[in-house]
């Protein structure tokens, strides 16, 4: 196990910014970063992190918690884990205790796959590197492709020996289970027999965003034509073909740097061009481009470039792709590379300036370039001209930006040689077709002005004592130390025997103020949540001078630093609106503390006291004894008199 040593090093030195800008592309607003959220498709930023308090938060899917929750969520990464890759980032020593032969079984099975994938990296690394076969076969070929040692090291490239179980009885002989060899795809088991799945193959790493083995793309050497040249990992637990890009973890960085990635299609078209320098290139390995992929790219940049060879054949089919991108309202560019050449052989046999200057001056807007390429195909047909153009407005209808889309349909027009006026129209009418193909798929069908009744949809009843509870839990955190004046309001007697306020202020600490006020009534949280949270809060006050939001947090289990999350970071949520850029200004909270302290607490007392005259309205049903009655009924009334004074506070508050 990690040391607390090691732990609480890996949280004082950690900067959240800085490891979600790793995923993310973050901008500034305000004292706080915000972005698209990683977890669902949006096409605005819901995501925000602040520094200050070390927490992130994710309205549009409810997550939220600290750096190491973020790991958690992100890259489905387990506690340990997660204090590991911060650990390495950092360049933290990790200490670590002696496991117990229990904890080593309590391993998870995706814990057991990243294992394996990593053994196998190294074991196919070392063996292309270190052993005469893949000196021989494996290095020499990656030389004649062009690679250096610093590129194969880079992308940790390896070579999977020509024998049927060589891989597969080393990894067994050092301890992995022929299980998880299985379930990752490395080996092959029939019966008695197992046999490695890519013998006699060079070996491409893939790995995840965030530096971890998720698979392998294998190449063959052979001339054999019944081989498939490439062979992939098969799904696993951690392997899904369409949520991966190759080379995402080398390029990442530099793909927010220059705010736009280049889509390749194969390894060595990455490994190329990232040789070369032009470093922000990522590859869909062979498979078609899918809506996962791009939120990959959306995460770090709102351009992607698509390179595509001088193969005028697979173009057509492949730039289905090209709506794909534009549906998640990406700016999509396509450069071509002369006949005969694609992006590895071009970088290969050109300079980085070369290169440079080529996709510059070759880089066409997706609509120029689907305007040449189509009006090729339709030449002097009328026919094929119209489905071009009617292809070229489809294309533009799936544009979630209107203007974006208007820019395109005035750009089509003057290529195509149509009006817009018709331009328009038909996009209208693609539009409302797709509304009324979407509206078909979710909404059930009725008939005109037939009343639907909500059977078995019960109102969701607000919980006030909860929500009052964790304002309290809000304020605590936000507010605690702050020195505020209260107004004190106390019952007095006057000459003609009226009972009437005395006011005074008192200058006081909030959770000084909370803490009293609830003492003096004797209240206690009903949620065993608050509660815990509001003791280890007060304590922490009492005891520290410089408390500190994000140590308190990082202190606590993820899912307890998640529910802080949620309350703290929900004042923030305006943030995300810009609501000033509309000339809606939302109040400060900073602006009235004191008045917000005490109107939340008068609700809370009003709240439980309007409970106990309920509860007591109950009892006066059910007891037969008149006296019993009649003294259950005075301390009704005592109470009624009791919520009226505290509405009055309220009034008095508001």
Not at 545 to 551: A, G, N, R, S, T
Request: overall charge negative.
């Amino acid at each position: 196990m990690i040391s607390q040593n090691t732990i609480s090093n890996v949280f004082e030195t950690a900067r959240l910014e800085e490891v979600i800008g790793d995923f993310i592309q973050l901008k500034k607003s305000g004292s706080n970063y915000k972005g698209l959220s990683p977890f669902s498709d949006e096409r605005t930023p819901s995501f925000m992190v602040s520094p200050v308090k070390q927490i992130w938060k994710d309205f549009s899917s409810g997550k939220g918690g600290n750096v190491v929750s973020f790991l958690m969520e992100h890259e489905h990464f387990t506690y340990p884990e997660a204090i590991k890759y911060l650990a390495k980032k950092y360049n933290i020593e990790i200490e670590e205790t002696e496991q117990t032969d229990d904890q080593k079984k309590q391993a998870d099975e995706r814990e057991s796959h990243y294992l394996v994938s990593e053994y196998a990296k190294k074991y196919f690394h070392n063996t292309l590197l270190k052993t005469e076969e893949g000196k021989a076969i494996g290095l020499t070929y990656f030389k004649e492709r062009g690679f250096t040692q610093e590129t194969i090291d880079t992308f940790e490239l390896g070579y999977s020996p020509d024998k049927w179980e060589a891989f597969t009885s080393k990894a067994i002989k050092d301890g992995y289970k022929l299980e998880f060899l299985e379930k990752t795809g490395l080996s092959i088991v029939k019966e008695e027999k197992q046999f490695d799945r890519f013998k006699g193959r060079v070996m491409f790493p893939i790995v995840s965003m965030s530096g971890r083995i998720l698979g392998f793309g294998g190449r063959t050497l052979s001339n054999n034509k019944k081989t498939a040249k490439y062979l992939n990992s098969p799904e696993s637990l951690i392997y899904h073909k369409s949520k991966v890009l190759y080379g995402i973890y080398q390029a990442k960085q530099f793909i927010a740097k220059e705010d736009n990635c280049y889509l390749v299609e194969g390894y060595t078209d990455v490994i190329q061009f990232h040789q070369k320098g032009v470093k922000n290139v990522v590859s869909s390995s062979g498979t078609a481009l899918t809506s996962d992929q791009i939120r990959l790219i959306n995460r770090l940049s709102k351009n992607i470039t698509v390179l595509f060879d001088g193969d005028a054949a697979g173009l057509r089919a492949s730039i289905r792709g090209i709506d794909l991108i534009l549906e998640q309202g990406m700016n999509v560019k396509i450069c071509t590379f002369p006949e005969g050449e694609d992006p590895d052989s071009f970088a290969k046999s050109n300079s980085l300036e070369e290169l440079a200057l080529y996709l510059e001056e070759n880089a066409q807007d997706f609509i120029n370039f689907k305007a040449s390429l189509l009006a090729l195909e339709a030449k002097n047909d009328p026919i094929k001209k119209a489905n071009t153009i009617r292809d070229m407005v489809e294309s533009i209808a799936k544009i979630p930006d209107v203007i974006k889309q208007e820019v395109y349909l005035k750009e089509c027009s003057r290529i195509m040689d149509i009006s817009e006026d018709v331009l328009f129209n038909t996009l209208a009418q693609i539009l409302r077709k797709d509304r009324k193909d979407a509206n078909k798929k979710t909404q059930p069908t009725t008939k005109a002005f037939e009343v639907v009744s909500p059977k078995g949809e019960a109102v969701k009843k607000v919980d006030f004592q909860f929500e009052l509870e964790r304002k309290i839990i809000e304020i605590l955190f936000l507010y605690g130390t702050e020195e505020e004046e209260f107004e004190e309001l106390t019952l007095e007697t006057n000459e003609e025997g009226e009972i009437v306020y005395k006011s005074e202020l008192v200058k006081t600490k909030v959770f000084e103020k909370i803490y009293l006020d609830l003492q003096e009534d004797e209240i206690e949280f009903a949620n065993e949540e608050f509660k815990e949270l509001y003791f280890d809060i007060i304590n922490n006050y009492n005891q520290k001078q410089d408390f500190k939001v994000d140590v308190f947090i990082n202190q606590l289990s993820p899912e307890k630093s998640e529910a802080i999350t949620h309350i703290l970071m929900d004042e923030e949520k305006h943030v995300l609106h810009n609501w000033e850029g509309k000339d809606i200004y939302v109040k400060d909270k900073n602006q009235s503390i004191s008045q917000m302290v005490s109107e939340t607490i008068l609700n809370l007392r009003r709240h439980l006291v309007t409970l106990k005259i309920n509860e007591l309205a109950i009892k006066i049903k059910e007891q037969e004894d008149d006296d019993q009655k009649k003294d259950t009924l005075i301390e009704t009334v005592d109470y009624s008199i009791l919520k009226k004074i505290l509405s009055d506070k309220l009034n008095r508050v508001l």
